[in-house]
Protein backbone atom coordinates (compact mmCIF):
# COMPACT_ATOMS: atom_id res chain seq x y z
CA UNK A 1 0.00 0.00 0.00
CA UNK A 2 1.31 3.52 -0.89
CA UNK A 3 0.70 6.73 0.14
CA UNK A 4 -2.39 8.83 -0.52
CA UNK A 5 -3.43 12.44 0.39
CA UNK A 6 -7.00 11.51 0.55
CA UNK A 7 -9.07 11.39 3.67
CA UNK A 8 -10.42 8.04 2.48
CA UNK A 9 -9.72 4.51 0.49
CA UNK A 10 -12.28 3.44 -1.95
CA UNK A 11 -10.42 0.15 -2.87
CA UNK A 12 -13.35 -0.36 -5.17
CA UNK A 13 -13.56 3.02 -6.80
CA UNK A 14 -10.15 2.84 -7.68
CA UNK A 15 -9.95 -0.41 -9.18
CA UNK A 16 -13.06 0.75 -11.62
CA UNK A 17 -11.59 3.78 -12.40
CA UNK A 18 -7.89 1.84 -13.39
CA UNK A 19 -9.83 -0.30 -15.03
CA UNK A 20 -12.25 1.79 -17.24
CA UNK A 21 -8.65 4.08 -18.38
CA UNK A 22 -6.63 0.91 -19.19
CA UNK A 23 -9.67 0.10 -21.63
CA UNK A 24 -9.86 3.48 -22.77
CA UNK A 25 -5.92 3.41 -23.74
CA UNK A 26 -6.43 -0.08 -25.30
CA UNK A 27 -9.45 0.59 -27.42
CA UNK A 28 -10.47 4.12 -28.00
CA UNK A 29 -7.74 6.43 -27.27
CA UNK A 30 -5.52 8.22 -30.66
CA UNK A 31 -2.77 9.44 -28.29
CA UNK A 32 0.45 7.37 -29.27
CA UNK A 33 1.83 5.20 -27.02
CA UNK A 34 4.82 7.26 -26.73
CA UNK A 35 2.62 10.18 -25.68
CA UNK A 36 1.60 7.74 -22.85
CA UNK A 37 4.35 6.65 -21.59
CA UNK A 38 5.81 10.39 -21.35
CA UNK A 39 2.77 11.41 -19.09
CA UNK A 40 2.90 8.06 -16.80
CA UNK A 41 6.96 9.04 -16.83
CA UNK A 42 6.18 12.42 -15.86
CA UNK A 43 3.44 11.77 -12.72
CA UNK A 44 5.88 9.00 -11.69
CA UNK A 45 8.57 11.97 -11.11
CA UNK A 46 5.84 14.76 -9.31
CA UNK A 47 4.78 11.31 -7.12
CA UNK A 48 8.30 10.40 -6.28
CA UNK A 49 9.48 14.21 -5.91
CA UNK A 50 6.55 14.78 -2.79
CA UNK A 51 8.16 12.05 -0.73
CA UNK A 52 10.66 13.87 1.46
CA UNK A 53 12.27 10.55 2.88
CA UNK A 54 14.01 8.48 0.66
CA UNK A 55 13.21 4.63 0.67
CA UNK A 56 16.77 4.16 1.97
CA UNK A 57 16.43 5.85 4.62
CA UNK A 58 15.02 4.07 8.04
CA UNK A 59 11.49 4.74 8.60
CA UNK A 60 8.17 2.99 8.52
CA UNK A 61 5.29 3.08 6.15
CA UNK A 62 2.40 4.07 8.44
CA UNK A 63 -1.58 4.31 8.24
CA UNK A 64 -3.23 7.07 10.53
CA UNK A 65 -6.57 7.01 11.52
CA UNK A 66 -8.49 9.23 14.01
CA UNK A 67 -10.31 7.41 17.09
CA UNK A 68 -12.31 10.72 18.95
CA UNK A 69 -10.26 12.90 19.26
CA UNK A 70 -6.80 11.03 19.25
CA UNK A 71 -4.51 10.30 16.39
CA UNK A 72 -3.11 6.70 15.63
CA UNK A 73 -0.86 4.84 13.31
CA UNK A 74 -0.18 0.94 12.14
CA UNK A 75 2.05 -0.10 9.90
CA UNK A 76 0.57 -0.83 6.85
CA UNK A 77 2.46 -3.95 6.27
CA UNK A 78 -0.42 -5.30 9.00
CA UNK A 79 -3.41 -3.61 7.11
CA UNK A 80 -4.99 -5.42 4.71
CA UNK A 81 -7.62 -2.83 3.58
CA UNK A 82 -9.95 0.21 4.75
CA UNK A 83 -13.79 -0.74 5.04
CA UNK A 84 -16.51 1.29 5.18
CA UNK A 85 -18.79 0.31 7.99
CA UNK A 86 -22.44 -0.46 6.50
CA UNK A 87 -23.54 -3.82 8.05
CA UNK A 88 -22.28 -4.83 11.12
CA UNK A 89 -24.07 -7.34 12.97
CA UNK A 90 -23.44 -7.59 16.74
CA UNK A 91 -23.28 -10.88 18.37
CA UNK A 92 -24.58 -11.81 22.00
CA UNK A 93 -22.22 -13.66 24.70
CA UNK A 94 -18.93 -11.95 23.27
CA UNK A 95 -16.48 -9.68 25.06
CA UNK A 96 -17.21 -5.68 25.47
CA UNK A 97 -14.32 -5.24 22.38
CA UNK A 98 -16.00 -7.20 20.44
CA UNK A 99 -18.45 -4.75 18.44
CA UNK A 100 -19.70 -7.57 16.16
CA UNK A 101 -19.05 -8.77 12.47
CA UNK A 102 -18.74 -7.79 8.80
CA UNK A 103 -19.36 -9.41 6.13
CA UNK A 104 -16.59 -8.57 3.68
CA UNK A 105 -17.07 -10.21 0.06
CA UNK A 106 -18.15 -13.14 2.29
CA UNK A 107 -15.66 -13.21 4.47
CA UNK A 108 -16.70 -12.93 8.00
CA UNK A 109 -14.48 -10.34 9.84
CA UNK A 110 -14.80 -9.71 13.85
CA UNK A 111 -15.02 -6.30 14.44
CA UNK A 112 -13.04 -4.12 17.76
CA UNK A 113 -13.46 -1.46 19.42
CA UNK A 114 -9.97 -0.52 19.85
CA UNK A 115 -10.84 1.83 23.40
CA UNK A 116 -11.62 -0.97 24.61
CA UNK A 117 -8.51 -3.06 24.31
CA UNK A 118 -6.17 -0.31 24.80
CA UNK A 119 -7.71 0.99 28.02
CA UNK A 120 -8.82 4.21 26.72
CA UNK A 121 -11.98 6.41 28.33
CA UNK A 122 -15.06 6.46 26.16
CA UNK A 123 -16.13 10.01 27.48
CA UNK A 124 -15.23 11.57 23.79
CA UNK A 125 -18.30 11.37 20.90
CA UNK A 126 -17.34 9.01 17.95
CA UNK A 127 -18.46 7.70 14.37
CA UNK A 128 -16.47 4.98 14.13
CA UNK A 129 -17.45 4.27 10.37
CA UNK A 130 -14.78 3.01 9.18
CA UNK A 131 -13.09 -0.57 9.38
CA UNK A 132 -9.09 -1.17 9.25
CA UNK A 133 -9.11 -4.58 8.19
CA UNK A 134 -5.59 -6.19 10.52
CA UNK A 135 -3.81 -9.27 9.14
CA UNK A 136 -1.41 -11.18 9.85
CA UNK A 137 -0.68 -15.02 8.92
CA UNK A 138 -4.21 -16.86 9.93
CA UNK A 139 -4.88 -13.72 12.26
CA UNK A 140 -7.61 -11.02 10.54
CA UNK A 141 -10.31 -9.05 12.59
CA UNK A 142 -11.25 -5.40 12.06
CA UNK A 143 -10.16 -1.80 13.99
CA UNK A 144 -13.19 0.62 14.39
CA UNK A 145 -11.65 4.12 13.45
CA UNK A 146 -13.76 7.58 13.09
CA UNK A 147 -11.40 8.80 9.96
CA UNK A 148 -9.26 7.23 7.74
CA UNK A 149 -6.08 9.98 7.56
CA UNK A 150 -3.95 8.63 5.03
CA UNK A 151 -0.62 6.59 4.68
CA UNK A 152 2.60 7.83 4.58
CA UNK A 153 6.45 7.27 5.70
CA UNK A 154 7.40 7.96 9.30
CA UNK A 155 11.48 8.50 10.13
CA UNK A 156 12.03 6.36 12.68
CA UNK A 157 14.00 9.37 14.14
CA UNK A 158 10.56 10.80 15.20
CA UNK A 159 9.67 7.63 16.83
CA UNK A 160 9.98 7.88 20.60
CA UNK A 161 10.32 4.25 21.91
CA UNK A 162 9.94 5.10 25.67
CA UNK A 163 6.84 6.93 25.11
CA UNK A 164 4.51 3.92 24.81
CA UNK A 165 1.23 5.45 26.27
CA UNK A 166 0.06 7.59 29.20
CA UNK A 167 -0.04 5.38 32.80
CA UNK A 168 -3.81 5.42 32.40
CA UNK A 169 -3.48 3.21 29.28
CA UNK A 170 -1.86 0.15 28.11
CA UNK A 171 1.26 0.81 26.45
CA UNK A 172 2.22 -2.65 25.55
CA UNK A 173 0.50 -2.37 22.61
CA UNK A 174 2.48 1.02 21.10
CA UNK A 175 5.56 0.83 19.18
CA UNK A 176 6.14 4.44 20.03
CA UNK A 177 4.80 8.09 20.03
CA UNK A 178 5.94 10.96 17.84
CA UNK A 179 7.13 14.24 18.58
CA UNK A 180 3.58 15.29 17.69
CA UNK A 181 1.74 12.92 19.95
CA UNK A 182 0.71 10.13 16.72
CA UNK A 183 0.43 7.36 18.79
CA UNK A 184 1.89 4.14 16.56
CA UNK A 185 0.34 0.63 17.82
CA UNK A 186 2.90 -2.50 17.28
CA UNK A 187 0.85 -4.42 14.97
CA UNK A 188 1.98 -7.82 15.77
CA UNK A 189 1.22 -7.27 19.24
CA UNK A 190 -1.99 -6.69 18.33
CA UNK A 191 -3.01 -9.24 16.04
CA UNK A 192 -0.85 -11.38 18.19
CA UNK A 193 -2.45 -10.61 21.58
CA UNK A 194 -4.35 -13.32 23.32
CA UNK A 195 -6.81 -11.09 25.21
CA UNK A 196 -7.98 -9.85 21.82
CA UNK A 197 -8.79 -13.79 20.21
CA UNK A 198 -11.97 -14.68 21.24
CA UNK A 199 -12.49 -18.25 21.36
Given at each position: MKGSHGSQFDWQSIRRRLDAALAYIDHETKVPVSEVNRILKARAQVLAQESTVSESDESLEILEFQLGHERY??????????????????????????????????????????????????????????????????????????????????????LDASRQGSTRIDGSYFRGITTSGLAILDGQVLLNAESIIVK
Open positions: AVETCYVREVYQLDNLTTLPGVPPFVMGVVNIRGEIVSVVDIKHVLGLPEKSITHLNKVIVMELHSMVFGVLADEFEGVRRLPMSE
